[in-house]
Nanobody
Framework: QVQLVESGGGLVQAGGSLRLSCAASGSIFSIKAMTWYRQAPGKQRELVATITGGDTTNYADSLKGRFTISRDNAKNTVTLQMNSLKPEDTAVYYC???????????WGQGTQVTVSS
């Protein structure tokens, strides 16, 4: 199994940048992929970005060019670099790991990102 700890959320002005981190511990050798999701109040949870063990990345079309996902295998950490932030980026951001042969999902607790006008 995997445990996830997220950090880096906070309040930022529109146009600013923020970096979120998600550190994984436990059976880290069985991690298949890491993904960032977000959920704004009253909205459905949406995929932000995914990175696989081979460092293949996938982004939501609306976020491509502003957000960058990366991983540090030595620390088993996935990072989301968010640039040119907009008020509509305000949401709780969640880290999710796919683990094992069944690609079981493990979720972090979420971190709040608030972008002011």
């Amino acid at each position: 199994q995997v445990q996830l700890v997220e950090s880096g959320g906070g309040l930022v002005q529109a146009g600013g940048s923020l970096r979120l981190s998600c550190a994984a511990s436990g059976s880290i050798f069985s991690i298949k992929a890491m993904t960032w999701y977000r959920q704004a109040p009253g909205k459905q949870r949406e995929l932000v970005a995914t990175i696989t063990g081979g460092d293949t990345t996938n982004y939501a079309d609306s976020l491509k060019g502003r957000f960058t996902i990366s991983r540090d295998n030595a620390k088993n950490t996935v990072t989301l670099q968010m640039n040119s932030l907009k008020p509509e980026d305000t949401a709780v951001y969640y880290c999710m790991v796919n683990w094992g042969t069944s690609w079981r999902e493990y979720w972090g607790q979420g971190t709040q990102v608030t972008v002011s006008s």
